[in-house]
């Protein structure tokens, strides 16, 4: 962009300026849910959300591998047969 006139580089600090506003109040919101994710309880809560998913995770993968075991022995059976 060109600045060619005074109502140009108004016009052009009026605009950073509301982007520099807009860039605060994105920064304030970041800082106040940095500190919520900070408290003591919400370290908690998530460390108990955390711990249950990857035993469900686990546990998922572990009845995937016994299902393909079950299916492949089921399939070595019948050709034995």
Do not use: H
């Amino acid at each position: 962009m060109e600045l060619k006139t005074a109502e140009d580089l108004k016009n052009a600090i009026q605009k950073l300026e509301f982007e520099q506003s807009i860039q605060k109040a994105l920064l304030k919101e970041q800082v106040f849910i940095l500190g919520e994710s900070l408290k003591p309880i919400n370290l908690f809560k998530d460390s108990i959300k955390r711990f249950y998913s990857v035993s469900l995770e686990k546990a998922s993968s572990k009845g995937l591998i016994g299902f393909m075991t079950s299916k492949l022995i089921e399939i070595m059976v019948k050709k034995i047969n």
